[in-house]
């Protein structure tokens, strides 16, 4: 079992490998990307807006009960927004480029594999790699860096609307205080790890999807793995990255 894993981690990171030197490579399939981007945002768009107003306005509600305990009412805003867009805003993006982009993505390629597409193309000199996967994980990233701005944007809207109407706080202290803790590196940080999410997503995807086992069954199993697989990986990544974000750039006023 520990061989197995160890082996099959030593392919997901070569395709990771091959994925990035291809991208370089021409021809680029410039229409298979620009597809394969519009279908990811077109399944992600509304369910991460629709996704984010309940996490803005559940973050804005426990910051503002917590705060309002240690008598920091006025910082409830500035809290609230760096935890929306250094966390909340990157995993949701993730999950759902996860879930419903890479879902298809290894579904699409998973059923192309079993009907040997793969093989025939390989035979006539084409690359799966550069013509399939490539413009994939690219859409992926692509879709999860201005996803990212989308799910900010509404997640903070969302929590100073529940932050000045139903729990009293001014408009003038939730932004003062926003302007007074929040600094430009943690919108960087917070597009990097979207960035960094949908080359996970898509590279699970993409591998699970090159393959499957056991026919049509495991193209179904292998988007669930996809899925599950792609879930750990992202918040272990995310905890990493916090940890060196908040070690490397100092808190404002530090």
């Known amino acids: 079992m520990i061989t197995g894993?160890?082996?099959?981690?030593?392919?997901?990171?070569?395709l990771a490998a091959e994925v990035s030197r291809a991208v370089f490579r021409r021809p680029f399939q410039f229409r298979e990307f620009t597809e394969q981007f519009w279908f990811v945002a077109s399944v992600t768009i509304l369910p991460a807006a629709l996704v984010s107003i309940p996490f803005g306005a559940v973050i804005a509600l426990q910051v503002g009960s917590l705060t309002q305990q240690l008598g920091a009412q006025s910082f409830t805003g500035g809290a609230s927004v760096l935890a929306v867009v250094q966390q909340a805003s990157p995993l949701i993006v993730a999950l759902l480029i996860a879930g419903a982009g890479g879902s298809a993505i290894c579904a699409d390629l998973g059923s192309r594999a079993i009907r040997e597409e793969l093989d025939a193309m390989e035979v006539m000199g084409v690359s799966p790699v550069q013509r399939l996967v490539v413009p994939r994980v690219l859409a992926a990233m692509?879709?999860?860096?201005?996803?990212?701005?989308?799910?900010?944007?509404?997640?903070?809207l969302g929590g100073?609307?529940?932050?000045?109407?139903?729990?009293?706080?001014?408009?003038?202290?939730?932004?003062?205080?926003?302007?007074?803790?929040?600094?430009l590196p943690d919108l960087y940080v917070s597009e990097l790890k979207a960035l960094v999410f949908g080359f996970i997503a898509g590279i699970v995807a993409a591998y699970r999807g090159l393959n499957p086992r056991g026919g049509p069954k495991g193209v179904g199993d292998a988007v669930n793995q996809s899925v599950v697989i792609t879930f750990l990986l992202l918040f272990f990544v995310n905890m990493v990255m916090t940890a060196v974000y908040l070690q490397?750039?100092?808190?404002?006023?530090?």
């Open 5 to 14: 894993a160890l082996r099959e981690t030593g392919r997901l990171f070569a």
């Open 142 to 156: 692509g879709v999860a860096v201005l996803l990212n701005g989308l799910v900010s944007v509404v997640g903070i």
């Open 248 to 254: 490397i750039v100092p808190p404002k006023g530090g």
């Open 160 to 183: 100073y609307f529940f932050n000045v109407v139903m729990q009293g706080g001014t408009p003038g202290a939730y932004l003062s205080s926003f302007s007074a803790l929040a600094q």
